[in-house]
């Protein structure tokens, strides 16, 4: 009876000890949650920053998908270099029913662009040209380049030589004067009539093509964004001795293991390379080749699943979420495996300063090859905080890098309208809350 009445206080007191030991964990260690996991049992633990987040960003993926303004669409967040969040809804193939998945393959367009920027300040780190060499020098092509002055009386066009020549800091930093072809100006038209981009030429030829037109602005004076990184793409086959896509390859995507990416659609990925999407009055709908919708004759099915001769450096790339995820990490950790930090420290520094910024609007402007948050307080672009550097695809995907919280985030959508439901914007609000908080400033 004793030793039972001492075993009871024994336990009695180990429970004690035991409770005691709980108390004294620290607040954040009670606090910490793996990666997101989606669960319908209220977590035993107080909801955190990041859990709240993850509700936000997955209640907006629903949102999207349900107002009918993406087809799906994925978003994937590192942060200090580990994924703390992955989600994913809606479909890939409307039509087919094709739930969106992890591994899809996409056309990512435009996120090109950074690519292009880090394969040309490996060739800067080598030596092969200084930013603020003249282009002429390397492609004689743009020795005697014009500019459009207006109209003459007779309605011809006025033309003016170029007062000072393209630079290579100018393409990096879209300020060489030339445009896209898809703005409602005499020289897109003639872009457009002359089709600069034509699937079926090299960047050799692209680039003389592209040298008898004249320029839309004088060369230095201000941002438009255009085909500058495609002619970046012809520079890196002149100074590479090898043709764009091999250099990217043997370069970048191999070191970095980026096995889905490139310039067409890979025989293995084939079935993982899902539809893309616009929108007319009757809501979603799909893009073919040939399609009226799309933009100067574009085709968005061919130069992605057959051989076509043109490697666009401006939009040319298909990859995956986790593809692009290795190449926005290595930016992220800026730890020298591929360019040095005081490469990218110029990548990201404002190349335009008071310079006008076109349509980047205020509280925001342009390094090399990336658009960089220089105010907090700004419309019409990502609720971002200042000093995150990004950039965006025509069919929706997009990625930043936020150094001051070390996040990395990336965003996977095939549709070309997205910006009629501001996704872009909504999500960055999903990330940080409504508004960036004043300890990001």
Not at 227 to 244: A, C, N
Not at 309 to 331: H, R
Request: net charge negative; aromatic share 10%; hydrophobic share 35%.
């Amino acid at each position: 009876m004793i030793i039972g009445k001492y075993l009871k206080i024994l336990a009695l007191a180990l429970m004690l000890v035991i409770a005691q030991a709980c108390a004294s964990v620290p607040e954040t260690a009670q606090q910490k949650s793996p990666a997101h996991v989606k669960t319908e049992i209220p977590p035993p633990f107080p909801i955190t920053p990041q859990s709240l987040r993850a509700e936000r960003i997955d209640r907006l993926l629903s949102d999207l998908v349900a107002e009918g303004s993406v087809p799906g669409l994925s978003v994937l967040i590192y942060e200090n270099g580990k994924e703390t969040y992955f989600g994913a809804t809606g479909y890939s193939d409307i039509e087919n029913k094709t739930i969106l998945k992890r591994a899809d393959v996409g056309r990512y367009y435009s996120m090109t662009k950074p690519i292009i920027g880090v394969a040309m300040m490996m060739l800067y780190e080598d030596g092969k040209f200084e930013l603020d060499d003249p282009l002429s020098k390397y492609l004689p092509e743009y020795s005697n380049m014009m500019v459009y002055g207006g109209e003459n009386e007779d309605g011809s066009m006025k033309l003016v030589p170029a007062a000072q020549p393209i630079t290579i800091r100018d393409l990096m930093r879209h300020t060489s004067g030339f445009t896209y072809g898809f703005i409602p100006t005499p020289i897109d038209k003639m872009y457009a009539q002359n089709r600069v981009l034509d699937f079926d030429q090299n960047l050799d030829k692209f680039s003389k093509k592209l040298a008898t037109m004249p320029l839309l602005y004088q060369p230095g004076t201000q941002f438009n964004y255009s085909v500058s990184t495609d002619v970046q793409g012809r520079l890196i086959e002149l100074f590479s001795g090898q043709k764009l896509g091999d250099y990217l390859e043997t370069n970048i995507f191999k070191p970095l293991g980026m096995t889905h990416t490139g310039f067409s659609v890979k025989a293995k990925d084939r079935a993982k390379f899902g539809a893309v999407y616009g929108r007319d009055e009757t809501g979603l709908v799909r893009l073919q080749d040939g399609h009226p919708k799309l933009p100067l004759g574009m085709d968005v099915d061919r130069p992605f699943l057959e051989y076509v001769s043109f490697e666009s450096g401006g939009s040319g790339l298909v990859s995956t979420i986790d593809d692009y995820a290795k190449f926005a990490l290595m930016l992220q950790a800026d730890d020298g495996s591929l360019i040095k930090p005081s490469s990218l420290a110029l990548m990201t520094k404002d190349q335009l300063g008071d310079l006008p910024k076109g349509h980047l609007g205020d509280g925001i402007s342009f390094g090399l090859n990336f658009a960089i948050k220089t105010s907090p307080q700004s419309t019409g672009d990502y609720a971002v905080p200042k000093g995150t550097f990004y950039w965006g695809g025509m069919a929706g995907t997009a990625f930043f890098i936020d150094d001051k919280t070390d996040l990395t985030l990336i965003m996977h959508i095939q549709v070309f309208s997205h910006g009629q439901a501001n996704v872009r914007e909504r999500m960055a609000e999903a990330v940080y809350g409504k508004q960036t908080s004043k300890a990001h400033e």
